[in-house]
């Protein structure tokens, strides 16, 4: 009786389906669900159990809820046509660059850039201070973010040597009138001056020194931070004093706690527009401890600078 004989009269006989199937092929159906039992098993065994801390939780949340914010102040920015340049600042390892890691790590990377430029080369020296900043400035939809900028002559040149005081100086009286030539052009300028205290500063170098995936990071200008601490300082102030204008204002971010600064930059930022499909402006509360006014930081570094004269 031929193979084809026999499935007709099961069928006829009101034999089911499961019933017909070849017993090879049922045997093959048994071994295979065997296999997946004993992989589900294997994979059991491999997992580890992960304890993560609330308040990470809580910033991860919270950060991935800013970063959808982002993308779509990139669109609304993108639409529009507008102009947005963020400027990055503070002392040797602040914070800066992580915070614009979490800024830009889910925007489109054709509508928004990072800037971090190397010294100037020996064509660059010749030229006017700004030349080779200009040429990164941003075009109609997008957003250029500079870790570090021109502010550079205001900070690390003139407490390391690279600049002549009278450079410092000619800068000092140069850069507000040059930002409001950019304002006036229509490019919107966030300036964020990162403040790190210095024994956090010494923790982050240490940690540098013994890591070799941030090792990179440490450079001979960093290593000599630390002793020139009061250096920095008064740069710090001569800078805020001089370019923080009412078109062209600094905030300064409290940074001890890396992951507040992040946050608290974010919310800053997405304060400033007026996108569609917002959330909630109570979400986007900026903490005051973290996020300070430059003209208030000036008013606490004066009041510092004095205590400790009277001291000496």
């Not at 971010?253 to 608290?264: F, G, P, T, Y």
């Amino acid at each position: 009786m031929s193979k084809r004989k026999i499935l007709d009269d099961e069928i006829m006989d009101g034999a089911t389906l499961e019933d017909i199937v070849h017993d090879e092929r049922r045997k093959n159906s048994s071994a295979d669900k065997q296999e997946l039992e004993k992989r589900g098993k294997e994979n059991s065994k491999k997992r580890v159990a992960v304890w993560v801390k609330d308040e990470v939780l809580r910033y991860e949340n919270e950060l991935k809820t800013l970063q959808i914010e982002l993308l779509k102040m990139q669109n609304y920015v993108k639409d529009t046509g507008q102009k947005v340049l963020m400027i990055f600042e503070g002392r040797d390892a602040a914070g800066k660059g992580g915070t614009i890691k979490r800024i830009t790590e889910h925007l489109n990377p054709r509508g928004a850039r990072v800037v971090a430029l190397d010294k100037p080369s020996d064509i660059e020296k010749t030229q006017w201070y700004f030349q080779r900043y200009v040429q990164h400035l941003p075009a109609a939809g997008e957003i250029v973010l500079f870790d570090r900028s021109w502010y550079n002559r205001a900070g690390v040149e003139p407490v390391m040597g690279f600049c002549t005081q009278e450079e410092h100086k000619e800068f000092l009286h140069e850069v507000p009138e040059f930002e409001k030539m950019l304002i006036n052009s229509d490019i919107h300028i966030f300036k964020f001056y990162f403040s790190v205290s210095k024994d956090e500063q010494k923790k982050r170098f240490d940690k540098r020194r013994t890591d070799p995936l941030k090792q990179y990071k440490l450079s001979p200008v960093d290593e000599k931070s630390q002793g020139l601490w009061d250096k920095y300082t008064i740069a710090k102030y001569s800078m805020l004093l001089a370019s923080h204008t009412e078109h062209s204002p600094w905030t300064v971010i409290r940074s001890d706690n890396k992951k507040k600064a992040r946050i608290n930059s974010i919310k800053h930022i997405l304060n400033h527009f007026k996108y569609p499909d917002k959330i909630d402006k109570k979400q986007l509360k900026a903490d005051d401890n973290i996020r300070i006014p430059a003209d208030q930081e000036i008013k606490i570094m004066e009041t510092e600078m004095t205590l400790k004269k009277t001291k000496s």
